[in-house]
């Protein structure tokens, strides 16, 4: 085995290590209301309905509660092991560990194709198996680790298509539409992809690489079987999850910003903020400056003009490093989550990987110990740096786990219940149907209709929250107050138990 695929095998396992830390801990570390949305949709999979275009969540009223989502790849595959082996969330932490390593294999080669250098690919595998950003998420039950590693494997299939076999190649077309195409079922954002390889397409026959039959299909195999998917999960689904966001909250902020100074000024505020998450949590500071770097040496040595094959890939690189700052700017700007730039982590650790290969061969061509020591005094140092960035992440309220899986323990099974919180990873553990609410915006009227459907059990989660809506919390003292050993008084709702009709 030659000495780079060691070294590959040494990040490998330094990834696997770095994501093996809180691999048992509950999903209610951050981000716990996706990871608590992911790991119900897993688990109703598994006892409900194991058909993956039928996604469920545990809230929004009595069961069945289909959802508009992408296409739920990893709590299908976690609900798969639920069938074996039971309920344990460890197995969605294991599939997303499984995907983000796929990653760090995947920019190995990818490094290596589009420079032609062994050192690039292994410094692109080293940069996104320490990432902030991919150490924590790689090992949380969320979808966005696969859409990561579809992404940047459907870009690197599609590099080989184009560059290396022809644009008439249909051996090499179709990973590349079919990685694509995942890609976008895993998470619709994936589609950014599209614009770096109509750019490659581009670049390498002009218009007339539209004219090829092959690259028609490419769009079409990629495109088309999502809007099929998306259309019927809509049709069915009684929480608009991911069209309602767009519809009511992106879109309407990025017309805002096209006409009006104030709105763009919102919007280039909220647009630095997300440059400063992908500064510390995702790439952390020394990544992000190496990828700074990385996209200004590459700039200035791409060669002018023409069709080399160095400005080719240096266009292919930045026309996914733009496509995926024009997402971050449209929707990155409205949902202000850091996980959210996901898709600029790997050509991230290309560009650091670049600008490091490129510098020291200026500086110092020839290996030396003294540059050796250098390198890992230098690892060590930007591991610790990262660990810094995301050491809260891993922190959860052990308290509020303990209280939900007691009321698991007491509550009736398969009680409809009102949670007086926001937070799907609480009622997960609850493990009720229900409703999540704000229990200062529910009202008596919410309420009611809420018992009519079903509705036996009120947790107020948020206790003094709910004291401070005067009017629900005084209609709500009818009810007989229960669950005296949990954090939380639960108010048992049952029209027939109430206050004034007990002896």
Do not use: C
């Amino acid at each position: 085995m030659s000495r780079a695929k060691w070294a590959l095998i040494a990040i490998l396992t330094l990834g696997l290590a770095l994501r093996l830390y809180g691999l048992h801990s509950p999903v209610l570390d951050h981000p716990g209301w996706r990871q608590g949305d992911t790991a119900a949709i897993a688990r109703n999979f598994a006892t409900l309905n194991f058909n993956i275009l039928y996604p469920q969540v545990d809230y929004d009223g009595p069961p069945p509660n289909y959802v508009e989502l992408e296409l739920q790849i990893v709590p299908f595959l976690a609900a798969a092991g639920y069938k074996i082996f039971g309920v344990h969330e460890v197995f969605g932490r294991l599939i997303s560990i499984a995907f983000s390593l796929g990653t760090v294999a995947v920019l190995y080669w990818f490094g290596r194709l589009l420079f032609a250098s062994t050192a690039i690919g292994l410094g692109a595998a080293l940069a996104f198996a320490i990432f902030p950003g991919s150490v924590y998420y790689g090992r949380t039950f969320t979808p966005d680790t696969t859409m990561t590693f579809f992404l940047t494997a459907a870009l690197y299939a599609s590099a080989r298509w184009i560059l290396e076999a022809g644009i008439g190649s249909w051996r090499a077309w179709w990973p590349a539409a079919a990685l694509t195409l995942l890609a976008i079922l895993a998470k619709p954002v994936a589609a950014l992809a599209l614009v770096p390889v109509a750019v490659l397409l581009y670049r390498r026959e002009g218009r007339a690489a539209f004219t090829r039959v092959q690259a028609w299909a490419f769009f079409v195999v990629a495109i088309v079987p999502y809007l099929a998917y998306d259309r019927f999960v809509s049709a069915q689904a009684e929480w608009k999850w991911a069209s309602g966001i767009t519809a009511l909250h992106v879109i309407p902020s990025f017309l805002h910003s096209l006409v009006s100074l104030s709105g763009l000024a919102s919007k280039m505020k909220y647009f630095l903020g997300a440059f400063d998450m992908l500064a510390h949590t995702m790439l952390g500071p020394v990544g992000f400056a190496l990828a700074l770097l990385g996209t200004l040496v590459l700039v200035a040595t791409r060669p002018a003009g023409g069709a080399d094959r160095r400005a080719l890939v240096a266009d292919y690189v930045l026309a996914w490093l733009i496509a995926g700052l024009a997402y971050a700017y449209v929707v990155v700007t409205v949902e202000r989550v850091d996980y959210y730039l996901y898709p600029l982590v790997p050509v991230a650790a290309l560009l650091s990987a670049y600008a490091v290969v490129e510098l020291a061969g200026r500086v110092a061509p020839l290996p030396s110990r003294a540059v050796a020591a250098a390198a890992i005094a230098a690892l060590i140092l930007t591991l610790a740096v990262n660990e810094l960035q995301i050491a809260p992440y891993y922190a959860y309220s052990k308290l509020n786990y303990r209280s939900a899986r007691l009321l698991d323990r007491t509550l009736p099974p398969g009680a409809i219940v009102v949670m007086a919180h926001y937070d799907p990873s609480i009622l997960y553990y609850i493990n009720r149907k229900g409703w999540e609410e704000d229990p200062l915006l529910w009202t008596p009227f919410d309420e009611e209709s809420a018992i009519k459907k079903g509705s036996r059990y009120f947790i107020a989660v948020e206790n003094a929250r709910f004291k401070h809506n005067a009017e629900l919390y005084a209609w709500m003292q009818r009810f007989p107050v229960e669950g005296a050993q949990s954090l939380w008084p639960v108010y048992h709702t049952d029209p027939s138990m109430t206050v004034r009709n007990n002896p």
